[in-house]
């Protein structure tokens, strides 16, 4: 089994470039298969694990979310794998109102853990303005502040978010998770963020391979597994870690994980491979339903749709 190399980001902490995620495909997932899950992938090395805020309440409204904390958390503790051997991302909504500090403290209770490496706020347009979206920003900076937390960062988070949080912000974020593959390369995105010291990590990686065939990239990932003698899956997550780009993936299938594990660093596609899939991926578009799904929850101050109010 391959260790897994570390980025430093910008606070001095370093994350695994590669990580489990518990996301889309496992969305309200049982407890129990969530921590199964958790259990199966440290076992197999995923040290760096993903995760997200589980329900969020207002005074009018209990929303239902990712629901895996809890999950995950049980999964840790059944591991016996030490603490301070894992890397735990999980994230807050960030709408209107919210109280940080509280939704904060419920993550960890149900993680079972004392801090988090990673916090990242979520999603950019629930916070109802730009004012919101620095407020809740400025709720996560105190976060740093009270050691629960050892980095913070955003997700989901455009060009003009990013301009927003840094009119007001004491802490850049230390890390942007955006939608990311060849189908889905955000423009200038990637470089912006770089620009201002912000690593990048890609969710949905395999977007190319599991939800958009057929596409231009395919017949590209065809070649380049039988010249390097892995699957074409390989291929796509080693697309984005060549970019420097934290990988977040998942699947059931222990073997598969293994395979990833066993196989990812052991290959480096060519800078002009790299580049080659890019420039094909630009000829098709496609983008998953998270930010659509996460605007009927909570609304969008950007797009002018309104929070529901029941």
């Given amino acids: ?183 889905l390369q955000h423009g200038d995105l990637v470089s912006f963020n770089r620009k201002h010291n912000i690593a990048v990590a890609a969710y949905s990686p395999l977007a190319a391979i599991t939800a958009a065939r057929p596409g231009p990239v395919d017949e590209t990932y065809a070649e380049l597994a039988k010249k390097y003698g892995v699957t074409e899956s390989e291929i796509g997550l080693n697309w984005c870690l060549e970019q420097d780009i934290v990988t977040i993936t998942t699947s059931s299938s222990e073997q598969r994980l293994q395979g990833y594990m066993n196989k990812l660093f052991k290959f480096k596609l060519t800078p002009e491979e790299v580049k080659k899939i890019a420039e094909l991926g630009k000829q098709k578009h496609y983008q998953g339903v998270g930010i659509a799904f996460m605007t009927s929850m909570f609304g969008n101050y950007k797009t002018g749709v309104p929070a529901p109010q029941s």
């Fill in 1 to 183: 089994m391959s260790s897994v190399p570390t980025l430093k980001l910008n606070d001095g902490n370093e994350i695994p470039v590669l990580a489990y995620g518990f996301g889309t495909a496992n969305f309200l997932g049982k407890e129990e298969d969530i921590s199964a899950k958790t259990v199966m992938a440290i076992k197999n090395g995923y040290y760096h694990l993903d995760c997200a805020e589980g329900t969020f309440t207002t005074p009018r409204r209990f929303i239902l979310l990712y629901g895996n904390e809890s999950g995950v958390g049980a999964g840790i503790k059944a591991s016996g794998v030490p603490r301070e051997k894992l890397f735990i991302t999980t994230k807050v909504t960030g709408s209107q109102n919210q109280d940080v500090s509280a939704a904060l403290d419920a993550s960890l209770k149900k993680l079972g853990l004392d801090y988090i490496d990673l916090y990242l706020l979520h999603v950019p347009f629930s916070a109802g303005s730009p004012e919101g979206l620095q407020e809740i920003w400025k709720q996560l900076e105190a976060t740093k502040a009270t050691g629960k937390v050892k980095s913070i960062g955003v997700s989901n988070f455009e060009q003009d978010d990013l301009e927003i949080i840094f009119k007001t912000a004491k802490i850049t974020p230390a890390i942007n998770q955006i939608e990311y593959h060849p189908y």
